[in-house]
């Protein structure tokens, strides 16, 4: 990949925090206007990578660099051609939407004459018409959601750092918000999207996942889930789940299981029956079954999966949605 098409290069990115490593010899490229999602539990280490990125914060060995520009060396230039925007990103409540969608603009230094036309354009772009004098902190999570990213990327960034932005928020806003993520994608604009949500990591041109500071898996979500999920995926529908996950928990020919809302998802070897494999297994230990079916593996299914073989068992024992 030339570097003209890369819009990230990260080599041996590492930060630690004392004795504790936070990101640990990271390795990977981002390419021009490709949606990049990086998936991760709480603490893997994804916030203090795109803190990194955005040069806030500088490693403590390797190197990475972002539109051209070392993170270490040029981080003003890196922020001047960049957007960030989080869950906490920081609206001011008591100004209305057009106020804050300004004070940005003027952050940002645009003129008076591009302030008034990106405040105008980005109100339009965002359905934001008619709440213009709205107070922000008067605002619905989607509409705050839609605002905030407003403001991050008035002044046209060439890259935009997306940090779990649609936490909190509805479905439907959810949906709304990666619409235009899209939009922005299409018109040559690079985003770096952490998220928790696994229906979200489907829209990413690629994945990577970190676990621990390290990144574990990284492809299209098409090749993660192919690549991770090679056995047998079965879901169990019993009443007894405790019971059940204590049977499986020992037997050799049990890749992973792990509960998923009211079901169990388990991951067998292949060969023979499969079906009737787990069902005999269940049965020995008492277990009462009310149903067995094969499912086609997700990405939540490659999550746990993944995780799972990094941390044992323990690591993740309940999906519903979101890592743990």
């Known amino acids: 990949m030339n570097e003209r098409a890369v819009a990230v290069r990260a ?3 590492t930060r630690t925090f004392g004795t504790f490593v936070a990101v640990d010899h990271l390795n990977f490229e981002i390419p021009t206007g490709a949606v990049w999602g990086f998936l991760g539990p709480n603490g893997a280490g994804k ?14 060995s390797g190197q990475a660099t972002v539109l051209g520009y070392d993170v270490v060396r040029d981080p003003e230039q890196i922020k001047e051609r960049i957007g960030y925007m989080s869950q906490r990103f920081s609206l001011y409540n008591d100004l209305t939407v057009e106020e804050n969608l300004a004070f940005f603009a003027g952050i940002y230094g645009l003129s008076r004459s591009e302030r008034r036309e990106r405040t105008e354009e980005w109100i339009a772009r965002a ?11 008067a605002l619905s999570g989607g509409w705050k959601q839609r605002l905030a990213f407003g403001c991050a990327v008035l002044h046209r960034p060439q890259m935009v750092f997306l940090d779990e932005p649609t936490s909190g928020v509805d479905p439907v806003s959810r949906r709304e918000f990666w619409d235009l993520i899209g939009q922005f994608s299409e018109a040559g604009v690079t985003v770096m999207v952490t998220t928790h949500y696994m229906d979200e990591a489907e829209h990413c041109d690629t994945l990577a ?4 500071g390290r990144i574990i898996a990284m492809g299209t979500p098409e090749e993660i889930k192919r690549r991770q999920m090679t056995g047998a995926l079965l ?4 009443p007894q789940y405790a019971e059940a996950l204590d049977a ?11 509960l998923f809302g009211r079901a169990i998802h388990v991951t067998m070897e292949n060969g023979g029956d499969a079906i009737s494999k787990l069902r005999r297994i269940l049965a020995d230990r008492g277990v009462e079954v009310e149903r067995i079916t094969p499912v086609t593996p997700s990405l939540e299914d490659a999550f746990v999966s993944l995780v799972e073989r990094s941390a044992g068992p323990s690591a993740v024992s309940d999906s519903s949605g979101q890592p743990a």
């Not at 359905?127 to 902190?137: K, P, Y």
């Not at 879901?235 to 019993?238: G, P």
């Not at 499986?248 to 792990?258: D, H, V």
């Open 11 to 13: 080599q041996e990115l």
């Open 47 to 60: 916030s203090t990578t795109i803190r990194m990125l955005c040069g806030i914060l500088s490693p403590t």
């Open 248 to 258: 499986l928990a020992s037997r050799p020919e049990i890749r992973e299981a792990a």
């Open 209 to 212: 996942f970190i676990f621990a």
């Open 235 to 238: 879901e169990v529908l019993t």
């Open 127 to 137: 359905d934001l018409r008619g709440r213009e004098r709205v107070l922000a902190g």
